[in-house]
T-cell receptor, first 115, second 114 residues
């Protein structure tokens, strides 16, 4: 059982609000990722981090930002939410070191609805 | 460009019947291949993975998948489907030096008839 947690699970907010989606993992993984998933569509990587103070943008452009101040914590922030941000956001982590690739452990997701 | 294709958006099978979900990839390097399952309202759970070696890999919940390099495929199979297998299935591909970044297919939704 993977130990990666996301809060909130569901969030409905109005346009223009600032929101932060929290993601924490207790596995000590250096690598963490945020994927965006729309219904019936594939997951798209929007942010990733290879360790503390390391963040990069993913393949899908996103207006969100991320930070990695602690190994276990990788929050995603939207400064001003819009209806186009309505989606499910999945956080994941990997225990493979360096540039290697291994399986990703996923949280249960945060489903965001912007009215 | 690197891509993953799952040709079947939705599949319905009867409980007890066999199952095969298709996955094709386009990748320049030797791929690392994964199958994940997602139940409604949940995150993704790894079913199985292929990095190297035996091209037939066994996973959890009775699933297996076969890597066929000549066909650029990594199809998922199960000999007898249970009602609890109803979920969304995602195929994903990565390479050894991409820092864990995976490319996902758009998923296949599996429904199971009693």
């Amino acid at each position: 059982e993977a130990d990666i947690y996301q809060t909130p699970r569901y969030l409905v907010i109005g346009t223009g609000k600032k929101i932060t989606l929290e993601c924490s993992q207790t596995m000590g993984h250096d690598k963490m990722y945020w994927y965006q998933q729309d219904p019936g569509m594939e997951l798209h990587l929007i942010h990733y981090s290879y360790g503390v103070n390391s963040t990069e943008k993913g393949d899908l452009s996103s207006e969100s930002t991320v930070s990695r101040i602690r190994t276990e914590h990788f929050p995603l922030t939207l400064e001003s939410a819009r209806p186009s941000h309505t989606s499910q956001y999945l956080c994941a982590s990997s225990g493979i070191s360096g540039s290697g690739t291994g399986e990703l452990f996923f949280g249960e997701g945060s489903r965001l609805t912007v009215l | 460009a690197q891509s993953v294709t799952q040709p079947d958006i939705h599949i319905t099978v009867s409980e007890g019947a066999s199952l095969e979900l298709r996955c094709n990839y386009s990748y320049g390097a030797t791929p690392y291949l994964f199958w994940y399952v997602q139940s409604p309202g949940q995150g993704l759970q790894l079913l199985l993975k292929y990095f190297s070696g035996d091209t037939l890999v066994q996973g959890i919940k009775g699933f297996e998948a076969e890597f066929k390099r000549s066909q650029s495929s990594f199809n998922l199979r199960k000999p007898s489907v249970h009602w609890s297998d109803a979920a969304e299935y995602f195929c994903a591909v990565g390479t050894y030096n991409q820092g864990g970044k995976l490319i996902f297919g758009q998923g296949t939704e599996l429904s199971v008839k009693p």
